[in-house]
């Protein structure tokens, strides 16, 4: 494993904030990375006034995964009532906000340009600032969606575990990370989508395999754990190959699909809960966050609160996969801290938290 290190100093010198001398903000924020085309406003990073979700799952099980072009244009078609029914929801109108925010990475190329384009025009006929926000620190930021701010307490560590991203940062404060580890190949929702896929399970895989789950023993199968040694990045792409080996051995309508769903399921959270539970004990952390789509899963869960004697949070189902509160609640404090953008902002495909 990793020794603790310093938290790398370009994160330390950032503005730190206190958040008993905020002010009060009210943020439209969109998010479009994805297949989710979403808007929702937040008061003060922490109070919901509306969380508006159209999800183009439906659209994309044809194709067993997310089909770009596609996403992209529905989010075209959809985004304008989208964000009319978050304004609504929250009864504001857009005097009444403080900023427009909205996810410009990582994601979809075509996905974010029509989210980055709609806040853009947003900003521009209302005068507000824009701020576009990274897609992985909204879901950090679905933590404070869910919790009482008062009672999270620094430094703490963060799993982002979702269909595009494993990652593990240590959170030093607000804004501040130190990037301890990501996967390696493919991303833990990506391999739950695979699996479920071959196993013959609706998609996404990730939900699918948690219920199949239910009804299967998780030692019917032994999968491979990839514990890796350099430190706490993880790795699923041998697991995955495992599962295939062993469903070729089978008639397809003869599958013991709940066994090797649940057999699958316990490989990935053990190495999830390993690596995190090592980390946490490493940087004697205060409490584990989880967040991303696969924070949903209740193995995942009852696995990582039995297995540390820290508090363990997570958001709930809602705002686990993507959604647009978690990107306000991450535009507050980037609000706070004074980023603003301009108009010439571009979409990030690629980008990095840190
Ligand atoms: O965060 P998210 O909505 O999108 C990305 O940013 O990638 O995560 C979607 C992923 C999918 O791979 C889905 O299969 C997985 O989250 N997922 C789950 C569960 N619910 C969603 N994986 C395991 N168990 C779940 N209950
Ligand atoms: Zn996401």
């Given at each position: 494993m990793n020794q603790p290190n310093q938290p790398n100093q370009q994160a330390v010198s950032f503005t730190t904030i206190n958040q008993s001398t905020m002010i009060n903000t009210r943020i439209l924020a969109i998010e479009t990375s994805c297949d989710e085309t979403a808007a929702a406003v937040v008061e003060n990073?922490?109070?919901?006034l509306s969380n508006i979700i159209a999800s183009q799952t439906d659209l994309h099980a044809q194709y067993g995964g997310v089909f770009p072009e596609v996403a992209s244009r529905k989010h075209i078609e959809v985004i304008h009532a989208v964000v009319d029914q978050a304004m609504n929801t929250a009864h504001l109108g857009f005097d009444d906000l403080d900023c427009i925010a909205v996810t410009r990475?990582?994601?979809l190329v075509g996905s974010l340009l029509v989210g980055v384009n709609m806040a853009k025009g947003l900003a521009v006929g209302s005068g507000k600032p824009l701020l576009g926000i990274n897609h992985i620190e909204g879901h950090i930021y679905s933590l404070w969606l869910s919790e009482?701010?008062?009672?999270i307490e620094f430094p703490l560590l963060t799993l982002v575990v979702s269909g595009g991203h494993t990652e593990l940062y240590l959170m030093h404060n607000h804004l501040v990370y130190e990037h301890l580890g990501r996967t390696l190949d493919d991303a833990a929702g990506e391999a739950f989508d695979k699996v479920g896929r071959l196993l013959g399970l609706p998609y996404p895989g990730g939900p699918a395999i948690d219920k199949a789950s239910q009804d299967g023993s998780p030692t019917a199968f032994k999968f491979p754990r990839a514990v890796l040694d350099d430190g706490y990045n993880f790795s699923f792409s041998g697991l995955k190959t495992a599962v295939l080996r062993e469903t070729n051995k089978y008639q397809p309508d003869k599958l013991p699909v709940n066994d090797m769903a649940a057999g699958f399921q316990a490989a990935v959270v053990d190495v999830l809960v390993a690596k995190t539970a090592a980390a946490a004990e490493d940087y004697n952390v205060a409490a584990v966050h989880l967040a991303g789509g696969v924070s949903a899963n209740r193995a995942l869960r009852r696995q990582m609160q039995e297995s540390l004697d820290i508090p363990v949070r997570y958001p709930p189902p809602i705002l686990c996969t993507d959604n647009a509160a978690m990107i306000a609640a991450a535009a507050h404090y980037r609000f706070m801290s004074d980023r603003r953008d301009t108009l010439d902002m571009d979409v990030l495909p690629g980008l990095q938290l840190v």
């Amino acid at each position: 494993m990793n020794q603790p290190n310093q938290p790398n100093q370009q994160a330390v010198s950032f503005t730190t904030i206190n958040q008993s001398t905020m002010i009060n903000t009210r943020i439209l924020a969109i998010e479009t990375s994805c297949d989710e085309t979403a808007a929702a406003v937040v008061e003060n990073g922490t109070t919901i006034l509306s969380n508006i979700i159209a999800s183009q799952t439906d659209l994309h099980a044809q194709y067993g995964g997310v089909f770009p072009e596609v996403a992209s244009r529905k989010h075209i078609e959809v985004i304008h009532a989208v964000v009319d029914q978050a304004m609504n929801t929250a009864h504001l109108g857009f005097d009444d906000l403080d900023c427009i925010a909205v996810t410009r990475g990582p994601g979809l190329v075509g996905s974010l340009l029509v989210g980055v384009n709609m806040a853009k025009g947003l900003a521009v006929g209302s005068g507000k600032p824009l701020l576009g926000i990274n897609h992985i620190e909204g879901h950090i930021y679905s933590l404070w969606l869910s919790e009482e701010t008062d009672k999270i307490e620094f430094p703490l560590l963060t799993l982002v575990v979702s269909g595009g991203h494993t990652e593990l940062y240590l959170m030093h404060n607000h804004l501040v990370y130190e990037h301890l580890g990501r996967t390696l190949d493919d991303a833990a929702g990506e391999a739950f989508d695979k699996v479920g896929r071959l196993l013959g399970l609706p998609y996404p895989g990730g939900p699918a395999i948690d219920k199949a789950s239910q009804d299967g023993s998780p030692t019917a199968f032994k999968f491979p754990r990839a514990v890796l040694d350099d430190g706490y990045n993880f790795s699923f792409s041998g697991l995955k190959t495992a599962v295939l080996r062993e469903t070729n051995k089978y008639q397809p309508d003869k599958l013991p699909v709940n066994d090797m769903a649940a057999g699958f399921q316990a490989a990935v959270v053990d190495v999830l809960v390993a690596k995190t539970a090592a980390a946490a004990e490493d940087y004697n952390v205060a409490a584990v966050h989880l967040a991303g789509g696969v924070s949903a899963n209740r193995a995942l869960r009852r696995q990582m609160q039995e297995s540390l004697d820290i508090p363990v949070r997570y958001p709930p189902p809602i705002l686990c996969t993507d959604n647009a509160a978690m990107i306000a609640a991450a535009a507050h404090y980037r609000f706070m801290s004074d980023r603003r953008d301009t108009l010439d902002m571009d979409v990030l495909p690629g980008l990095q938290l840190v």
